[in-house]
């Protein structure tokens, strides 16, 4: 069936008038005529009653005038649905990311990204950097925000942002009311730490940084979350190393202080999958770049 003359049938339907409807139409009536006639023989059902006086609806011409108006909007949002979807404007996207880097900016992207593209799906899951890098692996998750990166022939990544690392003090120890502490300060304290199978590199720059200023850390407790560990510093079991951007949490109960020596960076990188939805992918990825400040290429 033309679907024009699901048009032309609902202007005459609405009408009730031939004349207005072709007018309306910008053709003469009697193709426009022709073409109703043309529908009824094709449907093998009578659409219109029509004399010299008035036109009305029959029955199924009532029925039919519904269903005409539905295809045509069905057809209408099938249309637009496929041109966002060429736009990268719909879609699915799935992010990870640990729970250090759900600060300030990883907010802003998110809020930016669902301004900008409401109809994109968006699903977020918190994971460590291992299992972040297994679910790129797996494609269970399309882009993550991590802390370790290893070559891989399907990911793509780039440094994110590169932060400090600062001392999780309880409110009430001594060195709690120094604006900036010494690292060497901290040799004789329990520690609550990241654990290294979740995270070798980023276990291990805590621990060189501890070990180029004489500080071997006692480990007495192991937490996979940064809010975790900053909650056991709050319950005053330990003191802890973690990134400047945890400070962000601002529990009760516990100081941040940066340290008087030069700490190491602290990377977090964004990766992402090379097979994913070049269009969905690459309008997360610009939101990151103007977001976040850095230069990301999804070919």
């Known amino acids: 069936m033309d679907i024009r003359k699901l048009h032309y049938f609902i202007a005459v339907a609405e009408a009730l008038h031939f004349s207005r409807a072709a007018e309306k139409l910008n053709m003469t009536q009697p193709p426009l005529s022709q073409q109703i006639q043309d529908l009824e023989t094709e449907l093998g059902v009578k659409l219109l009653e029509r004399n010299k006086r008035q036109v009305r609806l029959t029955p199924a011409g009532a029925v039919f005038l519904e269903e005409a108006k539905m295809i045509l909007s069905q057809l209408e949002r099938s249309i637009k649905t496929t041109q966002l979807a060429d736009q990268g404007i719909i879609g699915n996207l799935v992010v990870g990311f640990v729970d250090s880097a759900a600060g300030d900016i990883m907010v802003d992207i998110l809020k930016g990204f669902r301004e900008q593209f409401p109809q994109i799906q968006l699903t977020l899951h918190e994971m460590t950097s291992t299992q972040q890098w297994q679910a790129l692996q797996d494609g269970t998750i399309h882009v993550g925000f991590l802390r370790f ?103 009760s109960g516990v100081v941040f202080r940066p340290f008087e020596e030069s700490v190491p960076a602290v990377p977090l990188y964004t990766a992402w999958r090379t097979d994913v939805n070049k269009s969905v992918l690459s309008a997360f990825l610009r939101t990151v770049e103007e977001v976040g400040s850095i230069t990301l290429d999804s070919r």
């Open 149 to 251: 990166i290893e070559p891989s022939k399907h990911i793509e990544y780039r440094t994110f942002t590169n932060e400090s690392l600062v001392a999780v003090l309880p409110e009430k120890h001594s060195l709690a009311s120094q604006p900036v502490i010494s690292v060497s300060s901290l040799v004789r304290e329990p520690f609550i730490l990241f654990p290294r199978h979740f995270g070798a590199s980023f276990h291990d720059l805590i621990l060189g940084f501890c070990a180029q200023h004489g500080v071997y850390p006692h480990v007495v407790q192991e937490a996979i979350q940064m809010y975790t560990i900053v909650n056991l510093v709050a319950a005053n079991l330990g003191v802890s190393i973690v990134p400047s951007s945890v400070a962000v949490f601002r529990r």
